[in-house]
């Protein structure tokens, strides 16, 4: 079968060989997946140059979610039948980026019948860190304001969606008029360009004075210390990345006088420590989709011998919406 893979870690057009390979196997526990259609995420660059959490040994496919179609199952494995369409995370080494893949059990879920292939395949990394964002970390509130950083990538977009999905006014933050229209197409209340417009002014002008409830972070750096100046009273920021490449240093003593929380969110902890939340997750996720609340806005569907090119424009900030990859 044909696969991408790193064979050196850097950008990924010079990280990424497409090469045949032979085709994997279910193992007890696990599925036997062809892939239908793989999304572009952030942590498949981070993978790409060697600099997200999981390192997978040389050489190996990026690609860590996918909606696929069960070809065969191994021993043990009760939940998923040949035929079934699956959504969910492969088993790095050899992720999504190929034509087939496995994936463990516990890592699938049924595709949404709402969602076609593309938009399914989007559903999991990003639905799910913004859902356990908001509702599980910060616990947002019907009426409350959102405040979202990179609103029109993959986390951020889901972000806005869950927020007006859950009650609350949406302010989403975006470089670029390209990016700005694509989030006033997800349902944001508000669009701020930073390329042309200080966000904080905005916001406090926009909430009279109060601030933003909930302040959704993927982005850290100027991002996080400027969010602190338009923070509500019991606000709380919840950090969910570093895709502006730094780490901001928090000034406790500003929380303390503010009144406001620094929450973390690791979504891939929740396999390790509550699984089942993961499951629920997907089950209130999946009921949303199908009511039409959210559903994920694919901008790209390219052929798989695109994929370098796809994820090194996603790593220079260059694409708007969602990029899906289809074998």
């Not at 904080?200 to 400027?226: C, H, I, Q, S, W």
Request: glycine share 12%.
């Amino acid at each position: 079968m044909k696969a991408w893979r790193v064979v050196e870690l850097g950008e990924p057009r010079e990280a990424l060989r497409f090469e045949e390979i032979d085709d994997p196997v279910a193992e007890a526990g696990q599925l036997l997946v062809r892939v239908l259609a793989a999304p572009a995420n952030f942590p498949d660059v981070l993978l790409c140059r060697g600099e997200y959490q999981i390192k997978p040994p040389l050489p190996f496919t990026p690609g860590v979610e996918l909606c696929g179609e069960v070809v065969a199952i191994g021993d043990g494995v009760t939940r998923f039948a040949v035929g079934d369409r699956v959504v969910g995370n492969p088993n790095l080494p050899l992720g999504a980026f190929a034509e087939y893949t496995v994936m463990d059990e516990a890592n699938a879920f049924p595709a949404p019948v709402s969602l076609d292939d593309a938009a399914a395949s989007a559903l999991v990394i990003g639905y799910q860190t913004a859902w356990f964002a908001l509702h599980r970390r910060t616990r947002l509130l019907e009426g409350e304001t959102l405040l979202v950083h990179a609103a029109a990538g993959g986390v951020g977009s889901a972000a806005v969606q869950l927020g007006k999905a859950a009650g609350a006014r949406v302010i989403g933050v975006v470089g670029g008029p390209e990016k700005a229209e694509y989030c006033r197409r997800l349902g944001a209340d508000l669009v701020i360009d930073r390329r042309t417009d200080d966000f904080v002014p905005l916001v406090k002008d926009f909430t009279e004075g109060r601030g933003a409830d909930v302040v959704f972070d993927p982005v850290g750096g100027d991002a996080y210390t400027r969010s602190t100046k338009c923070i509500a009273f019991e606000g709380r920021i919840v950090i969910v990345g570093f895709a502006g490449g730094t780490i901001p240093t928090p000034g406790l003593n500003h929380a303390l006088v503010k009144n406001y929380s620094i929450i973390g969110l690791h979504w891939g902890l929740y396999k390790q420590y509550n699984r089942q939340l993961i499951d629920e997750c997907h089950t209130a996720i999946t009921a949303l989709a199908d009511s039409g609340a959210i559903a994920p806005l694919v901008s790209e569907q390219l052929p798989l011998s695109e994929v370098a090119d796809g994820l090194a424009r996603l790593g220079e900030g260059k694409t708007v919406g969602r990029i899906v990859f289809r074998p």
